[in-house]
Structures are given as structure tokens and as C-alpha cells.
């Protein structure tokens, strides 16, 4: 089964408005975090922003949120106000800490995101 | 630089060669990973290093593949009689030491692209 799922390989969004990246996940770790990361075409994996699965509020990073639904294990990315550098590949990725003893991360398929003037 | 340093940018080899890469983590980071990306899909983990513990070595897809690292200093990510399929983009990140809040992110180099002709 797939750790991480990421089920939109592609999204357009005009400039200035907000669009929400989706992502599940799946594991039976009570404890775990989840990041998501930017890549833009230039190849660098740029850190956004970071959730962990005991945080009581949702994740905030300047225009970007992460709006974390446990239950449904769900942790999508919203980013306000669309910028045209925001074109990129963005990854959601998950690490595991108990289950496993893992330290490294397990990255979903990601989704390109264009933002269109 | 203060980040994550990988080198060869680029590496083109022919099947069956050997090649050697470098990653040159940031100052004080105690915990290396490696993983492989290739062409339009997610990141893959290859191997972890953490202080003087030993390696999670679980994502190695074959023996021809293995990974050293000196104490917190510099790790090479060595393929042996490389083969087509291990043409991607070879990705190095540090972290801060992952203790068991393990909320530090990784920050990643921009990779070495290796071609497999």
C-alpha cells in the first residue's frame, strides 16, 4: 500500500488566488510527522513546512497552511495568494518514528503546480 | 555556502562503470541521508547515517550500491557496474540530530543527475 498518495498530478491556479494540494497517508505509528516540500524546475528540494501528528492546530508557514485531518489522515497543503514563483513540484512526505525506527522520509508522488497569470 | 553540498553536478558514465558521489552535509548536522529521484516521479531513500550509529541501510536497492560517511563529516554514495535503470537524480540532506521528536526537517543539495549511457 501506498505510504503516501498524492492524487492530483497536475493543478492550475490563477495568480493571487489560493489552492489546496491534497495528500493522504498511511500508517499505523501513532507518531509521525509530515512535511511537505517545493522543488522547483531549477531541482532543489526546498522545506515549506512541517506537522506533527500530535500538534493540536494546523501548521502555518507565511501563505502556507497545512490543514491536518487526523481521522481521515489527510494533511493538505493551502497556499494563499498564488505567486508565479510558486510553479513548481510540491511533495508531501511523511516520517515515522516509532513503527519503524526510521528516520528518513517517505515521499508521495508530488503535484505540479502552475500558476497562471 | 552554509548549505548542503553535493558534487558531480552532472555525471555521464557508460554502463557497467563505477562511479563515486559526494555530499558534504552542513556544519553540525549530525544525521545524512540519501535518496534517488528519478525522472518525474517522488524521492526514493537509499541509506541514513546518524552520528556513530550504525547506517540504515533498508533502501538500497542492490549490493552494487553502498554509502560511507566519516563521523558527521562527508559521505560517498558509491554504484558499482552501474547499470541503465540507475540513471536519476542522486539527492543528499542533513539534519539536525533526530531525536524522538524527530520534527527536524531535511535540507536538501541540488543533487548529482547521473546518466547511464
Known sequence: AQKITQTQPGMFVQEKEAVTLDCTYDTSDPSYGLFWYKQPSSGEMIFLIYQGSYDQQNATEGRYSLNFQKARKSANLVISASQLGDSAMYFCAMREYLDTGRRALTFGSGTRLQVQP | ?117
Do not use: M
Not at chain 2, 16 to 38: F, M, N
Not at chain 2, 76 to 102: F, H, K, N, P
Open chain 2, 1 to 117: 555556502g552554509a548549505g548542503v553540498s553535493q558534487s558531480p553536478s552532472n555525471k555521464v558514465t557508460e554502463k557497467g562503470k563505477d562511479v563515486e558521489l559526494r555530499c558534504d552535509p552542513i556544519s553540525g548536522h549530525t544525521a545524512l541521508y540519501w535518496y534517488r529521484q528519478r525522472l518525474g516521479q517522488g524521492l526514493e531513500f537509499l541509506i541514513y547515517f546518524q552520528g556513530n550509529s550504525a547506517p540504515d541501510k533498508s533502501g538500497l536497492p542492490s549490493d552494487r550500491f553502498s554509502a560511507e560517511r566519516t563521523g558527521e563529516s562527508v559521505s560517498t554514495l558509491t554504484i558499482q557496474r552501474t547499470q541503465q535503470e540507475d540513471s536519476a537524480v542522486y539527492l543528499c540532506a542533513s539534519s539536525e540530530s533526530t531525536g524522538a521528536d524527530g520534527n527536524q526537517p531535511q535540507h536538501f543539495g541540488d543533487g548529482t543527475r547521473l546518466s547511464i549511457l
